[in-house]
C-alpha cells in the first residue's frame, strides 16, 4: 500500500475517519431536523465523493454553475438545483439540454432575469422550475423577502409560462463574518441560523397569502455549513423548512474552526506539502518555505483565521504545531513563522488544515484518501474548473 511518502507535493489529503464522520453527522442532522439534504458540491467538485453523501442519505446536488451541472447530470445525477441565478441564451440552453438527464432547477432574483428564462422555455414550449433566491442578511444576491417587489416577482414568475416557481433559496453567507463584539461565536451562529431560516418562513407565509405557495409542496431551501450546526426546524403558518445545502461540512476547514463551527480535530481536508528551504533571517527568525503557496492551497483568509492554514505536528498527530505560523503565500511558496526555531528541515514533510477548503479542491486534479499515514484511494476533482 502507498503511504504519504510516496505522495507527490503539494497536494491534497482527505483523512477517511474524519470525512466518513463528517458526512454521518450533517445527515443525521438533516434526519433529526425533518429536511431533505441537496449537499452544495462546489466544495468537493467531485462525483465520487457526491456518491457519497448520497449512500449516506442525501437526495440531488446543489451546484453552483451549469458546468457543474452538466458534469454531474452525465455522471448519473438525476436531481441538480443550480443555486445560482441563470442568466444568458447560452447558459439557458445548455440547462435546457441537460433536461434529457436529469431535473434541473435554478434561481431568479431579477424580473428581467426571470422574463429572459421565461422566453426562453416557452418558446421550446417548456417550463423550467425555478425557486426565487432571497436575501437572508448577505446581501449578495436575492429579493429581501419585506420588500413588496419580492411579492411582485413571485406573482411574475407564477403567471410566466416558460417558468414554474417551484419554492424559495436563501445562503447565509453573512455567518462567515464572525461575531459583533461582545457576542460569543455559538451565539452569533444560532442568530444567523434563526434569521435564516425565520425570514424563509415569514416570506413563504406571505406568498401563501396571495396564491403563491401551498405548505406540502414549496420548496423551502436554506444552509451554509455554520447556520446548518445550529440548524432548528420549525413550522410557521403550516410550512416548515424542506431543504438544507451545506457544501463545506464535507471536510471543514480553518475558516469553520476559527468561527467555532467545529473543532480543528474535525477536518478531514489537510495539505501535504515539502520543506523546500529553511533560513534565519537577519532579526534571528526561524523562517521556513514550503512548496504549497497561492496555486496549491488558495489564498483565502476568514474574518477569524490567522495567517494562511493551520500547520500540524505531523502525519499522525492532527495537532496545531504551537507556534508556527504560515505568515504568507506565495506563488508556489507557503512562508512558515517559527519563533523559537524549528527541529524541521528541508525534505521534511508537514500537513496543514487549508483556511478554504472549496477554493483549495479547485485547484487540483486529484485529492487522496488516506488513513494517517496509508493512502487508500484516489479521488478525481472532475467537475474542477467547470
Ligand atoms: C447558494 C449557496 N448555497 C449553499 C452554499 C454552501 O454553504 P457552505 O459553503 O457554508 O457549506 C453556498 C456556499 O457558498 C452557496 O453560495
Avoid at 180 to 196: C, D, H, L
Wanted: charged residues 25%; proline residues 4%.
Amino acid at each position: 500500500m502507498a503511504t504519504l511518502n510516496d505522495l507527490p507535493t503539494p497536494c491534497l489529503l482527505i483523512e477517511q475517519s474524519r470525512l466518513e464522520a463528517n458526512i454521518a453527522a450533517m445527515q443525521a442532522r438533516a434526519d433529526a431536523q425533518g429536511v431533505r439534504l441537496r449537499p452544495h458540491i462546489k466544495t468537493h467538485k467531485s462525483t465520487a465523493l457526491a456518491r457519497k453523501q448520497r449512500e449516506a442519505g442525501a437526495q440531488g446536488v446543489t451546484v453552483a454553475t451549469v458546468g457543474e451541472a452538466e458534469c454531474f447530470a452525465r455522471a448519473g445525477f438525476d436531481d441538480i438545483r443550480i443555486a445560482y441565478p441563470v442568466i444568458g441564451g447560452d447558459r439557458l440552453a445548455r440547462v435546457a439540454n441537460l433536461s434529457a438527464l436529469a431535473r434541473v432547477s435554478f434561481c431568479v432574483d431579477t424580473m428581467p432575469g426571470a422574463q429572459a428564462a421565461a422566453d426562453f422555455f416557452a418558446a421550446r414550449g417548456e417550463a423550467a422550475e425555478v425557486l426565487i433566491e432571497v436575501d437572508t442578511g448577505q446581501h449578495r444576491c436575492g429579493v429581501d423577502p419585506e420588500d413588496a417587489r419580492a411579492v411582485a416577482l413571485a406573482q411574475a414568475v407564477a403567471e410566466s409560462p416558460g417558468i414554474r416557481l417551484v419554492g424559495i433559496l436563501t445562503h447565509a453567507g453573512q455567518v462567515y463574518k464572525g461575531p459583533a463584539k461582545g457576542v460569543s461565536k455559538k451565539e452569533a451562529i444560532q442568530a444567523v441560523s434563526r434569521r435564516e431560516r425565520d425570514a424563509m418562513l415569514r416570506f413563504a407565509a406571505r406568498l401563501q397569502e396571495v396564491g403563491l405557495a401551498e405548505p406540502d409542496s414549496f420548496e423551502i431551501s436554506i444552509g451554509s455549513t455554520p447556520t446548518m450546526h445550529a440548524f432548528e426546524n420549525r413550522r410557521e403558518g403550516g410550512f416548515r423548512i424542506t431543504e438544507i445545502r451545506p457544501g463545506n461540512y464535507i471536510f471543514h476547514d480553518a475558516m469553520q474552526a476559527s468561527l467555532g463551527a467545529v473543532a480543528l480535530k474535525d477536518c478531514a481536508l489537510t495539505a501535504l506539502t515539502t520543506v523546500v528551504s529553511r533560513h534565519r533571517t537577519a532579526s534571528g527568525r526561524e523562517r521556513l518555505f514550503a512548496d504549497a503557496g497561492s496555486k496549491a492551497v488558495a489564498s483565502d483568509q476568514g474574518a477569524l483565521t490567522d495567517g494562511y492554514g493551520q500547520l500540524l505536528y505531523d502525519a499522525r498527530r492532527m495537532e496545531p504545531l504551537p507556534h508556527a505560523r504560515i505568515a504568507s503565500l506565495s506563488e508556489e511558496h507557503a512562508w512558515i513563522d517559527v519563533p523559537g526555531g524549528s527541529t524541521l528541515e528541508t525534505g521534511d514533510r508537514i500537513r496543514f488544515v487549508p483556511n478554504h477548503a472549496c477554493a483549495c479542491m479547485h485547484l487540483h486534479e486529484t485529492a487522496w484518501i488516506v488513513d494517517g499515514e496509508d493512502v487508500l484511494e484516489a479521488v478525481r476533482i472532475n467537475a474542477r474548473a467547470r
